[in-house]
């Protein structure tokens, strides 16, 4: 079992939120990835929240301070909308990049970014909850908008389409200190 960190980033701060809601600043992006890296965990993922809502990611700058102080891998993501984004962001210090709403819109830029940068650092990142009939549906932009996919469909997608590993996040769950989601988990 690995332990993965995901930390959420609203400009160089990482924010913890109930649901993808009422976010509340937790501490700098650098000092979070450092005391995580003392603990033991074996993977930090950070994800800008807010870079699809502004057209921009912004982790660069934190990705190439962070990486000067801790040694374990980094996933990055948002806001990646092409193969240089993610190129800039690898070059910066990641070592996996993390896909949602850009891939979700274009499921092509998986693939794209898999051939130019290698299928072992492409991560699907997956947010979804239940709707009313019971499915799980796929959202995107931080749990706000749902998307025309449902998460069997998109798993599907993203495989083929290769992404090398899959991150699901159950939106309901976020932030609920509830533990996992096993419903999801049992799905899957």
């Known amino acids: 079992m690995r332990i993965i960190s995901k930390l959420d980033i609203k400009g160089r701060m990482v924010v913890k939120g109930l649901r993808y809601e009422g976010l509340r ?3 700098t992006a650098s000092e979070i990835a450092t ?9 930090i993922f950070y994800s800008d929240i807010v870079a699809s809502l502004y057209g921009r990611t912004s982790l660069d700058l934190i990705l190439k301070e962070v990486s000067k102080q801790v040694f374990i891998p980094i996933t990055a993501g948002g806001g990646i909308k092409s193969v240089n984004d993610a190129t800039n962001l690898i070059l910066s210090g990641a070592d996996k990049i993390a896909l ?5 819109n274009n499921p092509i830029l998986i693939k794209d970014i898999s051939n130019a940068l290698g299928s072992q650092c492409i991560v699907s990142s997956i947010q979804t909850k239940k709707n009313s009939k019971g499915e799980w549906e796929v959202f995107t932009d931080s749990g706000r908008n749902r998307s025309s996919y449902l998460l069997e469909e998109w798993l599907d997608t993203v495989q083929k389409m290769g992404c090398g590993e899959i991150f699901i996040n159950s939106v309901q769950n976020d932030g609920t200190l509830s533990g996992f ?6 799905f899957i």
Do not use: H, I, R
């Open 181 to 186: 989601d096993y419903e999801l988990t049992k």
């Open 100 to 104: 949602n709403t850009a891939a979700v």
């Open 35 to 43: 005391k995580y890296s003392l603990l033991g965990v074996d993977e």
């Open 25 to 27: 600043v937790v501490g």
